[in-house]
């Protein structure tokens, strides 16, 4: 047969496509190594440590190190605990945030068959408000440890039950419609929207610290959290990046899913309800911080293609080093106050979005 | 590799969409499978892939009960190019025809195989499709996606290909080259195929069987010329077709008459004669507006005969390259005798069928309103060394009526019907 002997059109392809795979692999390697640097650097900038305004303290290199590593030395006693109980669990948990929200909105797109998705698209920011909205009514964050745990897990349990009532209104007879989802994510949202909105007009002298929350913040950062998120977005996003050859197939369509050899409605309620439990303990601790999810996913997705192999780890780690530059952005900007980190994702991440947007479409890709 | 299904039923809620299905599809068979829209192919289809679970019966694969495959089994099984494949993702065509390599890499961690590699290029080579591979599947032409999607269901090394409509989106060249390329899977590597088809004479030169659908009952499965028949495609698809062979290919293929609405058979009898293909047009415009027609003397293969029939038109035929017998002949004047007019076409005229020209000089005698059309007179239409034309000049000048195409027949034949 002719068409078999034409084997070095084939030989060309092949060897073409192998080095493709290389360059993405590579691109993908570099990341761990910018998450990592930009960690570090996160952890000296702020009020005290060799980077940031330098109010009160200014402190070299070499000290900001021995602060960290030793107990006692030729500094402030509590600055070794504020690099450990303050600074570093901060930085940790802005990465695990950044990660789950970025691994979430990825898997949501997916799911949802829609660059415009985000991780907050089933309902878990709205639910998560009223939670912690009730808990601030309830004068509950004002409790020193209980409203540190409360206030969170009330965010989470409302979090996760208002994704189950949206993902059950999409399910008819066993089968998950994701535009039906869709429209219910977006009526409950719309429905406990006003409710939230109700009791803030209710709420006087918690105002502040409500809008603080609904704006997304990390001041609250402890190990507690990090601990509680570093399982919930381990878990997570491995489960994710098991299933990402299956949500590349379900990007064509259900049926062609089905035809390829997947499951489309195990792996729908999979991924929803992996992005959706990631999501949720991300917001109970820090608040909504909105656009991480999805403005990431696309930026990942324009450097490196549709494929979730490599689509879902690249998204994930530069999520996390996103939100630890943003993090580091709000806690020094107007020092010695802070921004809600929610104001400065969405400051950087729409225009640059538009820019990504605008370029990606002169050169003809959408 | 054997697909059986028995007594096949689904229903979308409670709208049946498939009754009481019972067929099989043979190993390495090219099997069409063709109905009008929302007869259920597709549907059928998908009950295969166990995407759609029936209400009732069951479908097996080489024996084994569908329902006992795995997902990932099912897969490698079938492949499927469905009618539309569009997605608003940033795949390339490479990444699209890798897909089909799903179901065979086993571990959620492993990468592709060099295998794999290998079986994606020799896909895309073989559908042509090498030289867009880096480009965006989303900005491919319709035809191009369509050939890239049945890349995909290559490299997936399936047993059985099932296609829902491959050529929709393709030019006449594209549905050449895609079916083709689809035969010779099937011919070399004994893949069976099942597809889709709207196009009855794609669907005829390519499928060993045709399984036709209707209102989801199998309405009729066999070769081609067994299904095909005009009655059946009435029937099904409420068209009127004539069916013919292909000279070269032996195929059967169907042209669609134009829907005629019933007539009011006004009860004017017209006998036409003609023959050698000068009479279809004649033939059917006088049926079409209410004439009862008949024709004669016509040989068997003539296409005019064929027209004839096709109109169910009573028409004397005698049998291929024979001469008018005296029998006919008789038979060809008592059809005159019953009409109220006749009409010739300007058929070429040889030893055979002279007697056809014999014929309206007594339908004159018999004072009968004649018409010759003489459309084009320069045309030689005597093949008798002038006999012919003699017994023309001779009909002219006893009273025909010469018109000069068959719209001036029709007017003519009208205007002088009215008036009966």
Redesign the interface.
């Known amino acids: ?1 002719v ?2 002997s ?2 070095g ?3 060309a ?2 060897s ?3 080095r ?1 795979r290389r360059r993405r692999l590579l691109f993908l390697s570099v990341l761990p190594f910018a998450l990592a640097l930009s960690a570090l650097f996160a952890v000296f900038v702020g009020s005290l440590g060799p980077i940031g305004p330098g109010d009160p303290v200014k402190m070299t290199f070499s000290e900001a190190i021995d602060a960290i590593l030793h107990s006692e030395g030729d500094w402030p006693a509590d600055y070794h605990a504020i690099f450990w109980e303050v600074r570093i669990p901060r930085v940790l948990l802005a990465g695990l945030v950044g990660a789950a929200l970025a691994c979430a909105g990825t898997a949501m797109q997916a799911v949802f ?3 415009m998705a985000d991780p907050f698209i089933v309902g878990v920011s709205s639910g998560a408000s009223l939670g912690a909205v009730v808990a601030g009514l309830l004068g509950m964050t004002a409790v020193a440890v209980i409203g540190q745990v409360i206030s969170p897990l009330l965010a989470f349990t409302t979090a996760l039950v208002t994704v189950f009532v949206v993902y059950s209104l999409g399910v008819v007879k066993g089968k998950v419609y994701v535009d039906t989802l869709l429209l219910s994510g977006v009526a409950v949202a719309a429905f406990l929207g006003a409710i939230v909105s109700f009791l803030i007009y209710f709420a006087r002298q918690e105002y502040h610290r409500i809008i603080f929350w609904l704006l997304g913040s990390l001041s609250l950062a402890s190990w507690t959290p990090v601990v509680v998120l570093a399982i919930a977005a381990g878990i997570g996003t491995l489960a994710v990046f ?2 990402s ?2 949500l ?2 379900l ?3 259900e ?2 899913a ?6 489309p409605e195990a792996l729908k309620t999979l991924v929803l309800v992996m992005a959706a439990v990631m999501t949720a303990a991300a917001v109970a601790f820090t608040g909504v911080i909105g656009f991480v999810g999805l403005i990431i996913p696309h930026m990942a ?2 450097v490196v ?3 979730h ?1 490599i689509l879902v780890p690249a998204a994930t780690m530069s999520g996390a080093t996103f939100l630890i530059w943003a993090d580091s952005l709000a806690r020094t900007i107007i020092a010695p106050n802070e921004l809600p980190v929610g104001i400065i994702t969405a400051l950087c991440g729409g225009p640059f979005f538009l820019y990504l947007l605008r370029r990606s479409r002169t050169r ?3 | 590799m054997s697909v059986v299904v028995k007594q096949l039923s689904f229903s979308f809620g409670d709208k049946p969409v498939l009754k009481d299905i019972s067929m099989d599809v043979g190993d390495g068979e090219f099997l069409g499978l063709m109905g009008p829209n929302g007869s259920g192919k597709t549907t059928l289809l998908r009950c295969v892939t166990n995407y759609l679970h029936p209400a009732a019966g069951s479908i097996s694969v080489d024996g084994q009960p569908l329902e006992s495959l795995s997902p990932v089994d099912i897969a490698r099984t079938f492949a499927v190019v469905p009618q539309v494949s569009a997605t608003d993702f940033t795949f390339t065509a490479y990444d699209i025809v890798m897909m089909g390599r799903i179901p065979h890499i086993g571990s959620r961690l492993a990468s592709a195989s060099k295998a794999d590699i290998a079986a994606v290029a020799k896909a895309m080579e073989r559908t042509n499709t090498t030289q867009f591979a880096d480009r965006q599947f989303s900005e491919l032409s319709g035809g191009e996606r369509q050939r890239v999607v049945v890349a995909r269901a290559i490299a997936q090394e399936p047993r059985t290909l099932l296609l829902d409509e491959p050529t929709v989106y393709l030019d006449i060249s594209g549905q050449i080259e895609i079916m083709d390329l689809i035969r010779t899977l099937n011919r070399s590597q004994g893949i069976t195929v099942v597809a889709v088809l709207h196009d009855i004479n794609l669907a005829s030169r390519y499928c060993d069987r045709i399984a036709l659908l209707s209102e989801g009952r199998l309405d009729a499965i066999g070769p081609p010329d067994a299904v095909l028949t005009p009655e059946a495609i009435q029937g099904v698809y409420g068209v009127e077709v004539s069916v013919r062979r292909d000279p070269m290919t032996n195929a059967v293929y169907v042209m669609p008459r134009s829907p005629v609405a019933p007539v009011h058979r006004h009860g004017t009898r017209v006998h036409v004669l003609c023959g050698g293909g000068t009479g279809g047009v004649l033939m059917r415009s006088l049926h079409e507006r209410g004439f009862s027609v008949s024709a004669g003397v016509l040989n068997v293969l003539d296409s005019d005969f064929e027209s004839a029939k096709d109109m169910h038109l009573p028409v004397i035929a005698e049998a291929p390259f024979a001469p008018i017998s005296p029998e006919n002949h008789e038979l060809n004047l008592e059809m005159i005798r019953e009409s109220d007019s006749v009409v010739a076409s300007p058929f070429p005229v040889g030893p055979g069928n002279l007697k056809n020209l014999e014929a309206a000089r007594i339908a004159l005698r018999l004072r009968k309103r004649f018409y010759l059309i003489r459309s084009r007179p320069e045309l030689a239409v005597d093949f008798v060394g002038g006999a012919a034309e003699s017994i023309i000049k001779e009909l002219i000048s006893s009273g025909a009526v010469v018109v000069g195409s068959v719209d001036e027949a029709l007017s003519a034949i009208e205007v002088a019907g009215g008036t009966r």
Do not use: I, K
């Open positions: 047969m068409a078999l034409r084997t059109e084939a030989a392809l092949e073409r496509f192998q493709q068959r829609n660059p098991l299933y050859r299956d590349n197939a990007l064509l369509g049926e062609t089905h035809n390829l050899g997947t499951d997705r324009l293609g549709a494929d192999r003809g890709g959408p």
